[in-house]
């Protein structure tokens, strides 16, 4: 007898975020200054909270790129990429 296999799920997609009201439309070659660094706290202050890159980008209408430039740019220590491992007691 041939084993039959159900055809698999799809992987929900992750969920898109829409961009802030005060940031969509604003990237550009050469923002507007004032929105630009409007843009840089918010990106450095929610990246310290624990939001990550690409959190960051698609409410702040910017590539993960320029996320990623803006928190070289200030300093920030990136974190490594996935998720978190998790330590508990030895088995």
């Known amino acids: 007898m041939v084993p039959r296999y159900r055809a698999p799920l799809p992987y929900p997609p992750r969920p898109?975020?829409?961009p802030l009201p005060e940031f969509s439309g604003t990237a550009s070659p050469r923002p507007d200054p004032t929105v630009q660094a409007r843009v840089e706290a918010f990106i450095v202050e929610q990246y310290a909270a624990g939001r990550s890159s690409r959190?960051?980008?698609e409410p702040t209408d910017r590539s993960f790129s320029a996320v990623r430039n803006?928190?070289?740019k200030?300093?920030?220590h990136r974190r490594g990429s996935g998720a978190e491992?998790?330590?508990g007691p030895s088995a």
């Open 16 to 18: 898109q975020l829409r």
């Open 55 to 57: 959190q960051l980008a």
């Open 70 to 72: 803006i928190l070289s």
């Open 74 to 76: 200030h300093g920030v």
């Open 85 to 87: 491992s998790l330590r």
